[in-house]
């Protein structure tokens, strides 16, 4: 189905793991981002892509590691996860003409303990 | 960037047109309204966007002022799904450059009642 999808769509993990939360989008949008909601702070941005290849910071970076090899697929590594980690995850998606029309997908819970 | 104003909540009966109001007094001449939507549990939702001109889709339309200082998103015709955090966002359409994003500020919780 056309869309935005994100797996796994809930994850339990330990500190000090790797984990690694995927993004999929049939849409062949130039833009992916990943988000991450906690209560408290609404939606911050971890990192963006332009297009494949080209990534870049958002404002809470630290922890995390992005690559976009295929314009689609936008995953988002955590390399060595910690409890302050544990949040639910958006990735969206947007064209290049129009970079703040984001569709979202259903987002990741991922709780590290 | 334009700072938005939006009322912490709103209720609506259903089947009533929902109008929720937001204040961008110091928008600058190249930047649009953005208006989004979360529904509990879910991702946030993009709703619609304008410049200057009044604009309709499926979901909404939107009335900004001819001084473009505020907006106004109305939906026609409100149902218990519509139960959401409304946000309003200024941004320069085309451009995304280095650190900017999309800021989803408090945002309007809107409850549709029956």
């Known amino acids: 189905d056309a869309g935005i999808t994100q797996s796994p769509r809930y994850k339990i993990t330990e500190t000090g793991r790797q984990v690694t939360l995927m993004c999929h989008q049939t849409w062949s949008h130039s833009y992916m981002f990943w988000y991450r909601q906690d209560l408290g702070h609404g939606l911050r941005l971890i990192y963006y892509s332009a297009a494949a290849d080209i990534t870049d910071k958002g404002e809470v970076p630290d922890g995390y590691v992005v690559s976009r090899s295929k314009t689609e697929n936008f995953p988002l590594t955590l390399e060595s996860a910690t409890r302050s980690q544990t949040s639910v995850y958006f990735c969206?998606?947007?064209?290049?003409?129009?970079?703040?029309?984001?569709?979202f997908g259903p987002g990741t819970r991922l709780t590290v303990t | 960037d334009a700072k938005t104003t939006q009322p912490p909540s709103m209720d609506c009966a259903e089947g009533r047109a929902a109008n929720l109001p937001c204040n961008h007094s110091t928008i600058s001449g190249n930047e649009y309204v953005y208006w989004y939507r979360q529904i509990h549990s879910q991702g946030p939702q993009y709703i619609i966007h304008g410049l200057k001109n009044n604009e309709t889709n499926e979901m909404a339309s939107l009335i900004i002022t001819e001084d473009r200082k505020s907006s106004t998103l109305i939906l026609p015709h409100a149902t218990l799904r519509d139960t959401a955090v409304y946000y309003c966002?200024?941004?320069?359409?085309?451009?995304?450059?280095?650190?900017?994003?999309?800021?989803f500020g408090a945002g309007t919780i809107l409850r549709v009642k029956s």
């Open positions: 969206a998606s947007s064209g290049a003409a129009t970079p703040y029309e984001q569709y």
């Open positions: 966002i200024v941004r320069v359409a085309h451009r995304m450059e280095y650190g900017n994003k999309l800021v």
